[in-house]
């Protein structure tokens, strides 16, 4: 599933070939998610560069996943289950993991 252009929230992007640098075969970002268990997974936003941050989020079956390249971690996003309320309510950071 891909995030629609007009519901990426600010401060984030889904710009392909940012997607596509990270999360392509046998790095070590892909790695990692495989690590957690996500076996098949899709690499929906990135932070922009311009925020500093260096989070992602990648869906895998019907759950939602924040990670960050900085502390090598992934967490399962419990609340909310939609990418539709998820783009709402990420910049708000009303996220729970």
């Known amino acids: 599933m891909n995030t629609p252009t007009d519901q990426v929230p600010p401060g984030w992007t889904n710009e392909p070939a940012r997607l596509r640098g990270l999360f392509y075969p046998g790095s070590g970002e892909s790695q990692m998610a495989r690590s957690y268990g996500l076996t098949d997974f899709n690499p929906l ?3 922009t560069p311009d925020t500093g941050e260096m ?3 990648l869906q895998s079956g019907e759950e939602f996943y924040w990670g960050d390249l900085m502390i ?3 967490f399962l996003i419990t609340k909310p289950k ?3 309320e998820f ?3 990420l910049p708000r950071r009303e996220i729970k993991v």
């Open 87 to 89: 783009c709402i309510r």
């Open 82 to 84: 939609t990418l539709e």
């Open 55 to 57: 989070g992602y989020i």
């Open 45 to 47: 936003l990135f932070n």
């Open 72 to 74: 090598d971690y992934i």
